[in-house]
């Protein structure tokens, strides 16, 4: 069985600050983790993704993200924030690439 | 790079009659495809995984009788909400896992509004 958590339903950063958001996973077999963008009414996009090897995934827009097992984590960062980041954000887990369990999602806000 | 598109982007229909909501894998085949559905501001919840040529598996508590699902190509799922009613007015976002030399990952389409009135 998997699960998703992430910590903070709404983060809220400055024009320019560090973005940081809080996935932790649970997983009884080795992991794939995503971390996916919604803006309003829109579909979702991917920003990166961990399968295998180097635990620390860079994604586009200035997105990464480090998969750390030993804490069953998996954050996303981005050094300097923009106000087009703004959006929903969801880190999901799946056993391979299959069904995705979401988390309940991240709303960032970024203010001038 | 890969796309799935969902059709219609947003539909509304009178409660009791079915809709229908296509999804498309692009540029690549798709084996296997996912239907989920989000509430607004709520988290994405799996329905059912959608295979090529065979029955869909429905996840737990989702009706497969009212919400029907058919694979019939590589490239085209279909979801019918059959006899619909106002609590299945939901985004309905449908994605497909690319194979390796396609980007191996899974895409999600520009989901699809569902209203029912």
């Known amino acids: 069985a998997q699960s998703v958590t992430q910590l903070g339903s709404h983060v809220s950063v400055s024009e320019g600050a560090l973005v940081l958001l809080r996935c932790n996973y649970s997983s009884s077999v080795p992991p794939y983790l995503f971390w996916y963008v919604q803006y309003p009414n829109q579909g979702l996009q991917l920003l990166l993704k961990y399968t295998t090897g180097a635990t620390l995934v860079k994604g586009i827009n200035g997105f990464e993200a480090e998969f750390k097992k030993s804490e069953t984590s998996f954050h996303l960062t981005k050094p300097s924030a923009h106000m087009s980041d703004a959006a929903e954000y969801f880190c999901?887990?799946?056993?391979?690439?299959?069904?995705?369990?979401f988390g309940a999602g991240t709303r960032l806000a970024v203010h001038p | 790079g890969a796309v799935v598109s969902q059709h219609p982007s947003r539909v509304i229909c009178k409660s009791g009659t079915s809709v229908k909501i296509e999804c498309r894998s692009l540029d690549f085949q798709a084996t296997t495809m996912f239907w989920y559905r989000q509430f607004p501001k709520q988290s994405l919840m799996l329905m059912a995984t959608s295979n090529e040529g065979s029955k869909a598996t429905y996840e737990q508590g989702v009706e497969k009788d009212k919400f029907l699902i058919n694979h019939a190509s590589l490239t085209l799922s279909t979801l019918t909400v059959t006899s619909a009613h106002p609590e299945d007015s939901s985004f309905y976002i449908c994605?497909?896992?690319?194979?390796?030399?396609?980007?191996?990952?899974?895409?999600f389409g520009e989901g699809s509004w569902l209203t029912v009135v």
């Open positions: 994605s497909a896992r690319a194979p390796t030399g396609s980007g191996n990952t899974i895409y």
């Open positions: 999901a887990v799946s056993g391979g690439y299959n069904k995705l369990i």
